[in-house]
């Protein structure tokens, strides 16, 4: 090992707490706690927001362009770039 790797490894293991950045905590602290401290930091407490997802909806006009691509496509090669294009299954054209 280089002097350099000892050296950086040396200072890590001897830090008392990590900061793990995808977690947004330190080690050996609790989520609440870590909660507490980011609300703090901010300025004021934290809200979490979820996505909710939505189901695409499709006009008659649509489905109607998409069935005639779909039967003009001459290999399932180009029927499966039509449907990866639309964000589609193939179970979509099929019922």
Do not use: N
């Not at 977690?23 to 909710?52: F, N, T, Y």
Request: aromatic share 6%.
């Amino acid at each position: 090992m280089s002097t350099l790797f000892r050296a950086a490894l040396s200072v890590i293991m001897s830090m008392s707490k990590t900061v793990i950045p995808w977690k947004c905590s330190v080690e050996g602290e609790s989520e609440l706690e870590s909660d507490e401290r980011i609300g703090q930091a901010l300025g004021g407490p934290v809200i979490e927001v979820v996505a909710k997802a939505t189901r695409q909806r499709f006009t008659v006009g649509c489905k109607r362009k998409i069935v005639r691509e779909a039967d003009a496509c001459k290999t399932p090669d180009a029927v499966g770039a039509l449907l990866r294009r639309e964000e589609l299954y193939f179970s979509h054209l099929t019922t």
